[in-house]
């Protein structure tokens, strides 16, 4: 018997001399404004559909390659037949978690590319095949930039390979071909050996410790379905297609209603998306890559700590994913939508890399995650278990790709240009171009001296012993109805979601990671900003009750002065905390739940654009929850109130 071939993941090669190719945003692959773009998008769609007919079995089909993130829980890529059973490979919420999905994407783009040129290109007539195999070569895998501002006017939205059930691209003879779009969703092959359900293939119920979710049972993906996904009668059913994909619950995600900052070319909602990305890159103490990537809390952290790529990374698998496939760890790969997202991811990391090039794994993480540990099942060789290492992953040229904000030759300075250019919010521009325009006087908020307010939450990540749930944060009224949703009239203005998987045991396969993380109680983190709304309110004189400290009583907020911002949330802030189909979760009983709000202070440098804005000088506000520390509201270390 021949010794086992592992699959060596190498990347696209690139010709010597020949430019760096650019993964692309996919609004500007999926438009095709040029002709290179046209045939990369035919190759793109068709190879994806190829192999998510692939034979679910095979090593390199759609439905293996996804299932390395979760389920079905066995290995990948390793000796033996049938494979051996085997937990998760997750390293979420530790630091391995931007550069374990780098391979990850790497495998994704490199199966692609070897179906379009093995596959899809000798389908085209001989005249175009050279053509065509340029494009394959220069082609790499999109990703989907939740923050970027797109169509017209200009707002954040969903892009429009995800509204799109079927697709033009170009034909394999003269007519372009009218096809179903990948995008759309991951439906299981129809003439799978075992069946047409993910059951069928080693996908299992998702069990939590009081719930559980039946995806087993379906045969395509979804977005926000039905209530069937948590009904127990659905583990009788046969099949179950949910074929909901809802896209515009995302997009309303996405837009926060409470927002509608005016620029002097169009009108939007503003949400704080933007913002968050934007403090990504410039908030001073995520210059370590420590709190840039993870999510998990450590003791004494500062306030800016609480956002992280993780955080950004696992709100947006719930706003994506609605309970869907997308919401679930075990599960999320499965939906299309997830390498875009996770190319995205990749896309931040790689800006944040090239502003801060010297920082990596110094100190060593905790658990001994270093540059050094094997990101599993990704191996480099075919011959040998030599698998990849964050130090192997982490020049993204090395791999074969870059971003059009990373690209060969660019500057930090350039790249800082583009961030400011992308991700700038409303915010940050109307302060320093025209600061009137918001309707706010300048006597309570000079430029140097602009007050920034951001609720902090940190909790137990096994609080529930692997469930999900959401700690959504409100400025205004708690709705009376749930499931909470971001749709017009929502008084939500942000939540933080626990992207989490049920912990391996004697008894259920499931995360070995989250069993240890579990033991050890960690907590993770997370931050809502506030600035952009309580600007907005002062605008448009929202209408609330509040006292002063004074005890005088107030109908709207009238500056950003601590003074009466403070006394404004604490009569107006509220939180909650829910299971993904909406149950009410006792927030007194969360394990570790902390939620606390910082101000702090922002420079906009209106005489200096090219310099980023500054945020400093936090310090938490005990005042807005030290009444309800049984809730989970922060209160002074020594117990005393707090007159502010």
């Known amino acids: 018997m021949s010794p086992y071939k592992y699959y060596p993941i190498k990347g696209i090669p690139v010709e010597h001399g020949k430019p760096m190719p650019l993964r692309l945003e996919i609004d500007d692959l999926w438009q095709a404004k040029t002709v290179e773009n046209e045939n990369q998008k035919s190759l793109f769609v068709r190879a994806l559909q190829i192999m998510q007919d692939t034979e679910p079995g095979e090593r390199l089909s759609y439905f293996q390659i996804a299932g390395i993130h979760g389920m079905p829980y066995h290995e990948w890529d390793e000796p033996g037949q049938p494979p051996k059973p085997h937990d998760l490979y997750c390293t979420h919420a530790t630091a391995l978690f931007p550069t374990w999905h780098r391979p990850y994407l790497l495998l994704f783009e ?127 059913a046969s099949k179950v297609e949910y074929d909901k994909q809802r896209w515009e619950m995302i997009r309303s995600c996405l837009r926060d209603p409470k927002s509608k900052i005016k620029s002097k070319e169009d009108e939007h909602k503003e949400d704080t998306l933007r913002e968050v990305v934007y403090r990504l890159f410039t908030y001073d103490r995520l210059k370590d890559y420590r709190s840039f990537a993870t999510s998990k809390y450590q003791e004494g952290q500062s306030i800016p700590d609480y956002i992280s790529l993780e ?93 059009p904000e990373t690209k060969p030759g660019l500057t930090r300075d350039d790249t800082m240009a583009k961030v400011e250019e992308l991700y700038a919010s409303l915010q940050v521009l109307e302060q320093r171009t025209a600061p009137s325009t918001m309707g706010i006087s300048l006597k309570y908020n000079n430029l140097d001296r602009l007050r920034d307010y951001v609720v902090n939450v940190s909790y137990e990540r096994f609080a529930l012993a692997g469930t999900p749930f959401t700690i959504h944060i409100f400025l205004g009224d708690v709705p009376a109805t749930r499931p909470y949703n971001y749709l017009p009239g929502s008084t939500q203005v942000g939540n933080v979601y626990n992207f989490v998987a049920p912990p391996s045991s004697d008894t259920q396969q499931g995360c070995e990671n989250c069993a240890k993380q579990e033991a050890e109680g960690i907590k993770v983190a997370g931050q809502v900003i506030l600035t952009n709304t309580l600007l907005e309110s002062i605008r448009d004189g929202t ?78 506000a005990y005042g807005v929850t030290e009444s309800r520390k049984q809730y989970g509201g922060v209160a002074p270390p020594d117990g005393t109130l707090s007159t502010q």
């Open 110 to 236: 490199q199966v692609l590319h070897e179906i379009m040129v093995k596959t899809v290109i000798p389908q085209f007539t001989p005249d175009v095949q050279d053509e065509m195999r340029e494009a394959a070569d220069t082609w790499r895998l999109p990703y989907w930039d939740a923050a970027a501002l797109r169509g017209n006017p200009k707002a954040l939205d969903v892009p429009l390979a995800m509204t799109e059930e079927l697709v033009y691209i170009r034909g394999l003879v003269a007519t372009p071909d009218h096809v179903p779009n990948p995008l759309w969703k991951f439906r299981m092959p129809k003439d799978g050996k075992k069946g047409d359900t993910m059951e069928d293939y080693g996908v299992t119920v998702i069990k939590y410790k009081k719930e559980a979710f039946y995806f087993e049972k379906c045969v395509a993906t979804t977005k926000y379905p039905d209530a069937l996904v948590f009904d127990p009668s659905a583990k009788q």
């Open 311 to 403: 955080h950004v990374h696992n709100n947006l698998h719930n706003w994506i994913g609605g309970g869907g496939h997308m919401s679930h760890v075990p599960v999320s790969a499965f939906d299309p939508i997830f390498w875009l997202h996770h190319c995205n991811i990749d896309h931040y990391f790689a800006i944040w890399q090239a502003l801060n090039d010297k920082s990596w794994f110094e100190p060593l993480t905790p658990n001994g995650n270093g540059p050094t540990t094997d990101l599993k099942p990704f191996h480099r060789d075919e011959d040998s278990s030599d698998f990849y290492n964050s130090d192997l992953c982490r020049n993204t040229t090395a791999l074969g790709y870059a971003y």
């Open 543 to 620: 209408r609330y009750e509040y006292h002063s400290t004074e005890g005088d009583s107030f109908h709207y907020l009238r500056s950003m002065r601590r003074s009466e911002v403070i006394p404004f949330l604490k009569a107006n802030l509220h939180w909650r905390v829910t299971k993904l189909d909406g149950t009410l979760i006792d927030r007194g009983s969360l394990r570790g739940l902390k939620v606390s709000v910082a101000v702090g202070r922002a420079n906009f440098y209106p005489d200096d654009s090219s310099k980023p804005a500054k945020y400093y000088d936090y310090n938490v």
